[in-house]
Every structure is written in structure tokens, then in C-alpha cells.
């Protein structure tokens, strides 16, 4: 199974700080990577497909890189509407895996 | 408008059963692999199951693998899990989701409780 390490687990910030989180991957997964970011009670809505493609609807503030097992998210201007839990999914396979998730905080 | 909407969730007794539905519309169902994720109460994610588009292929995580079952009916738009021999550890908002290239199209989840 592909295990992804996302770090860090928690990341305070304030408004319009640039912010940045990370997966690996246990084995190269190529681009098939995703990034979701869940608000408290909601389900996991998808920002960033294919490790770097922008979902539609979603700021351009938001954007993805890598490839193979290295992964970042960043957001360019934290605002107040993006604190929130962020989570990495690889989908190269036959399963899904997660990270762990971080939980990105106001300072 | 794509709409995933899960249903069956609530409380049932350890070694109990449930059977977790998700009904989908706004899209070709019979087009898609679907997967159930859950997430335990302040927990992140975990994938439970897929299966294809026309059911020919089924995948299970090692933690479910012989007590859960996936299944679909492509004609009623529907998704399904069995859930059996349920633990306190199975204690989760379970997820459906839609597959794609584009990243995954969740529901709003459904809440299981494994108490005694």
C-alpha cells in the first residue's frame, strides 16, 4: 500500500501570510495526486487535481506542484475563509490513500 | 447538479450489521467508480472500498476486508456498504464519493455509532 506523510499537522498563520504543506509519497504516484480542504462538518471539497491543476471555482491563490512521491499546496495570501483541515489523496491505483491531514489556524 | 446523498447510518451494537446507502443523480452513475471513505469523530480520512463502474472490480482496505461489502445498482443510481461484525473502531461519518481524473466528488457523509 502507499503510505503519504503530510507535514506539518498543524500550521498557525495570519491573513495574507503565504503558507505551504507537504505530502510524500511511500512510492512514486507520478501527478496522481489531489488536495481537499474540509471545514468542520462539512465533507472534503477538492482544490487542486493532478498535483497541479486548479479545480474550477477555486481562488488562484491556491496552487499545487510536484511529482512522483514529492508534493507541496501552497496559498499565496491566507485568507480569513481558508482555515481549515487540508488533506493530500493519492489516487495511482487501485485504493486511495491519505495524509494526515493539517489543520491551518489563526495567529 | 451532481448530488451524492448517503443514508442507513445511526447506532447499532457492537457485532452488529448496517447497510449504508448513497444515492446519486446529476450524473452518469454507470460511468463512475464510487468509493466509501470514512472518519472517525476528530480523525482525518480513511478509505474503505471501491468499485468499478460496472462492479468487475472491488477493493477493500485491510481494516474492513471480510466484514464489509461494497455493491451498486447502476440502474436505481445507487451505492452500497454492508456493514458487519461492526466494532467501537468502525465508529465513523462514512463518505461516498465519486472517482474521477479531476479528484473525488464527496457526499455529505452519514453517521455510524458502534456502542453498546
Known amino acids: 500500500d502507499i503510505q503519504m506523510t503530510q507535514s506539518p499537522s498543524t500550521l498557525t498563520a495570519s491573513v495574507g501570510d503565504r503558507v505551504t504543506i507537504t505530502c510524500r509519497a511511500s512510492?512514486?504516484?507520478?501527478?496522481?495526486l489531489a488536495w481537499y480542504q474540509q471545514k468542520p462538518g462539512k465533507a472534503p471539497k477538492v482544490l487542486i487535481y493532478k498535483a497541479s491543476s486548479l479545480e474550477t471555482g477555486v481562488p488562484s491563490r491556491f496552487s499545487g506542484s510536484g511529482s512522483g512521491t514529492e508534493f507541496t499546496l501552497t496559498i499565496s495570501s491566507l485568507q480569513p475563509d481558508d482555515f481549515a483541515t487540508y488533506y493530500c489523496?493519492?489516487?495511482?491505483?487501485?485504493?486511495?490513500?491519505f495524509g494526515q491531514g493539517t489543520k491551518v489556524e489563526i495567529k | 447538479e451532481v448530488q451524492l446523498v448517503e443514508s442507513g447510518g445511526g447506532l447499532v451494537k457492537p457485532g452488529g450489521s448496517l447497510r449504508l446507502s448513497c444515492a446519486a443523480s446529476?450524473?452518469?452513475?454507470?460511468?463512475?467508480?464510487m468509493n466509501w471513505v470514512r472518519q472517525a469523530p476528530g480523525k482525518g480520512l480513511e478509505w474503505v472500498s471501491s468499485?468499478?463502474?460496472?462492479?468487475?472490480?472491488?477493493y477493500y482496505a485491510a481494516s474492513v476486508k471480510g466484514r464489509f461489502t461494497i455493491s451498486r445498482d447502476n440502474p436505481k443510481n445507487s451505492l452500497y456498504l454492508q456493514m458487519n461484525s461492526l466494532r467501537a473502531e468502525d465508529t465513523a461519518v462514512y463518505y461516498c464519493?465519486?472517482?474521477?481524473?479531476?479528484?473525488?466528488?464527496w457526499g455529505q457523509g452519514t453517521l455510524v455509532t458502534v456502542s453498546s
Open positions: 464519493a465519486r472517482e474521477s481524473a479531476r479528484g473525488d466528488y
Open positions: 446529476g450524473f452518469t452513475f454507470s460511468s463512475y467508480s
Open positions: 468499485i468499478s463502474s460496472s462492479s468487475n472490480y472491488i
Open positions: 512510492q512514486s504516484i507520478s501527478t496522481w
Open positions: 489523496q493519492q489516487y495511482n491505483g487501485n485504493s486511495r490513500t
